[in-house]
């Protein structure tokens, strides 16, 4: 694995992989509509090979799996942990045409243009190289190949961070923003960006649709607070705070969920991401 990714592995193999499997199912619904969305816009057909990046627990690598039939879907990801996880699912469902392994997909030596179809839920924001990262999947995929993927639009769109989030940096301070082409959950934020990035990686046709959907929280203010108070966000911002400050930070996130009217799926806040599509050159 390239050195650049040693610290997102090492992220993804502790704090961040173990609280995605202990919200493992929280994930999923959350992120549903954009991954439905991906899937739309990428459109697996029946004998199709696909490859899902950075794929989790596979909800998507599974699904995709379901729509080519005789064809194979592979999911990739850096976590050790979730992809153990993913592997487990689809032997627990019967998926007999799928499978999982732990590779960096930016170095990953894929087999040369044996792909129909490159996809991630959320999966591509990470890399270190981002020019490398999709210059490496782009030769997985035979000329023609497709690529679609979520990510997420800036910040300012994406309520369902800025709210709880807002609520405790009021209290603790506001973190210095990483640089916008850092990697991270806002690093493709920047359509002109995303048009560069995949252009210089050998893509043509690139397009851009804006996705808006509600993220889903957790059913009851507990169950929201819950799952946030956990996130790596959280851990982040909280980390070497003073406890009685992070006890603050807490109380004003849990006021802030309060705040948020539920409805008939529970609570939910607007979420934004692109769903972007290129093909192979």
Known sequence: MAADNTAMADLWNGPSGQNWIRFDEHHDRGLRPWGEAVLAAAAPASGERVLDVGCGTGWMTRTAAGAVGDGHAL????????????TAKAEDEGVANVAFMVADAQVHPFEGGGLDLAMSRFGVMFFADA????????RALAPGGRLAFACWQEMAHNHWILVPFGAMTAVVGRPEPPPP?????WSLADPDRVRAVLAAAGFTGVGLETVDAPMWLGDTVDEAYDFIRASNNARLLLEGKDPEAAARALAALRTALEGVEAGDEGLALPGRAWVVTATRA
């Open 75 to 86: 999911g990739v990801d850096i976590s050790e942990m979730l992809v153990a996880r993913a």
């Open 131 to 138: 020019v490398a990262a999709f210059a490496n999947v782009g």
């Open 181 to 185: 082409d850092a990697p991270g959950p």
